[in-house]
């Protein structure tokens, strides 16, 4: 087989991982990982592996997160799961200047934008859109898929999305663990890969190796580039028990049999009440959620006239403002917007997307400060129908 195959596989090491970092860097990509940052796991531009949260597991459950040394000697490098932030942040920024204008010494406004394919930081300046992320999981190359049809396909394409999507190169792993809030078994979006990727990596965490296959031709160029040794059907086992252990290890599940059907039907379930009653419409799920996408727009101007810009932020269905039309609020209680949220994620995004917008990536259970399972909502409505 020769080195520059799709679907190769080779067993590589720590330095050859380095080394596939250093390429990266050399051909001017933005390399974006996991770090342990603030008692979390962030995701942050990197200069080599000794950035990458070694060492560190994380622990989840409703409503809590707290990271821990691991038990592996000298340490995982991928040993955590997903953290509060995901990749959405790097493809569909949550704050864009779409546009700014400033009044010329003649009076007139020149109107200037980033363009397409600049991305732009949180004052509006144009930053270099190649970026690579390292450590992307099966939940959220799913989300990412989604993402890419929400904003990609359909009349109104997003120009800047469709930019940086396309000069993102993504280096994907396979969990050998997963949280307590983990779910994209059911979800089957994980945690085995099969697609989406330009490198897979699997981590040895024993023998501080990973098993890595190309999936793309720019994938199979990079991997070319470090020293590798062919992969072993003894490897692959390895990493087959990994992903089987990462699957063995969720709890938690969704009926999806039907599960656009039982929310659109049941509007009025009591459910919808009882879980508004916890929620403190935080907007905390949809912040961290991997797949939502709302937006709102504003725009604003200096207090001298020079200069105005229209800006575009993340947006959140549980706030009051979201579904403002004439006269005010339509979904005025915290139930409403629950059930907005749950049911658009879980059905009505199967009418618009061909697909749910839910990848069983737990973040959204963890992060509620009061702990709300979708999960366990979903599984009322499932008892419900089969009662
Ligand atoms: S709804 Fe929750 S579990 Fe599903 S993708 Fe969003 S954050 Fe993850
Ligand atoms: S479900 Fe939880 S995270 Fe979402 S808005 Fe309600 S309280 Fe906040």
Not at 171 to 187: H, K, N, S, Y
Not at 255 to 266: A, G, S
């Amino acid at each position: 087989m020769s080195s520059d195959q799709i679907g190769q596989t080779s067993v590589i090491d720590g330095a050859a991982l380095q080394g596939l970092l250093d390429a990266l860097a050399a051909q001017g990509y933005t390399v974006i990982a996991p770090v342990a940052r603030d008692g979390a796991i962030g995701l942050e531009p990197i200069s080599g592996i000794g950035d990458l949260p070694r060492g560190w597991t994380d622990v989840q459950a409703p409503g809590r997160y707290r990271l821990e040394r691991d038990h592996c000697d000298p340490g995982t490098y991928f040993g955590t799961t997903v953290g509060p932030q995901s990749w959405k942040r790097f493809l569909h920024p949550p704050r864009q200047v779409l546009w700014t204008a400033r009044r010329q010494d003649d009076g007139d406004f020149v109107v200037s934008s980033p363009g397409a394919a600049g991305t732009t930081d949180r004052h509006g300046d144009t930053e270099s859109s190649r970026q690579a992320f390292l450590g992307v999981r099966a939940c959220e190359l799913h989300a990412i898929a989604i993402q890419d049809r929400v904003f990609e396909d359909g009349p109104f394409p997003d120009v800047g999305y469709a930019a940086r999507r396309a000069t993102t190169f993504l280096i994907a792993v396979q969990c050998g663990q997963a949280a307590e809030t983990c779910f994209c078994a059911a979800m089957k979006t994980g945690p085995a890969i099969a697609s989406g990727f330009d490198l897979l990596l699997t981590e040895f965490p024993a023998r501080s190796e990973f098993l890595a296959e190309a999936g793309s031709a720019r994938g199979a160029a990079l991997l070319a580039k470090v020293a590798r040794r062919p992969a072993t059907e003894d490897d692959h086992a390895t990493a087959r028990a990994a992903v089987a252990r990462a699957a063995a290890m969720q709890t938690r599940t969704i009926d999806t049999t039907r599960i656009r059907e039982r929310l659109q039907d049941q509007p009025q379930h009591p459910q919808w009440e009882s879980v508004g009653d916890r929620c403190l419409t935080c907007g905390n799920c949809t912040m961290v959620c991997p797949t939502c996408f709302c937006t709102a727009v504003s725009d604003g101007s200096d207090l001298s006239g020079e200069t105005a810009w229209r800006v575009r932020e993340w947006d959140s269905c549980f706030t009051l403002s979201f579904s403002h039309l004439h006269g005010g609020s339509v979904r005025r209680t915290n139930a409403a917007r629950y059930r907005q949220w749950m049911t658009h994620k879980l059905a009505n995004w199967v009418d618009q997307f061909g697909t749910g917008g839910c990848v069983g990536c737990g973040r959204c259970i963890t992060w509620c400060p009061v702990g709300i399972d979708i999960t366990e909502v979903a599984g009322v409505f499932t008892a419900a129908e089969d009662a």
